[in-house]
């Protein structure tokens, strides 16, 4: 049996911007509190909300941590693909790799903003034999993983060279 481990996408800075989020939300709320032009403690309050927002938000992917994803290959030409997240197994699926007529690397599907700005961002997505239909690969509970280029590629040879021996 053959496998292969990668990981999310995921940024070192997590910790960082949630950190330094928090305390710019609680000084710009603290100036908005003293604030006495209705104006400037508008932009104030809107300026805190968005620094408390980021935090929250990015507290919550520090939070999570990384995803990693194994590969493993069995006998039946089927890929499992198991998700961990600090060690604790989160999902597992299987691709069937006599279903699938062709694999490639993608740019990730613009469902959210945050890919608008995060170009780098990577994912597979691999033809169904039967319908013809893309599919993404590293989907977990609707959310497509994230990765960077090079593990992208890694996981497509690796597909790619199973997918060659079983046709």
Known sequence: ?????VFEKYSRYWPS?????????????????????????GYLRLAA???????????????????KIDLNLDQDQ?????????????????????DVSAVEVNKM???TLYNEFAT?????RFRSKDTG???????????IIPLDRENANRVTEFIKAHLNRSL
């Open 78 to 98: 089927r890929i499992k693909l198991t998700y961990f997240v600090r060690d604790r197994f989160i999902t597992s699926n299987h691709l069937n790799l006599d």
């Open 133 to 143: 239909e893309w599919s993404y690969l590293n989907k977990v509970h609707g959310r």
């Open 17 to 41: 911007i949630a950190i330094t989020s928090a305390v710019l939300s609680v000084i710009i709320f603290g100036t908005y509190w003293y604030s006495n032009d209705i104006l400037i403690a």
């Open 1 to 5: 049996m053959e496998t292969l481990t």
């Open 109 to 111: 599907p613009n469902i």
């Open 49 to 67: 909300f968005i620094f408390f927002a980021l935090s929250l938000l990015s507290f919550f992917k520090w939070k999570d941590g990384q995803v």
């Open 120 to 124: 780098g961002d990577r994912c597979i």
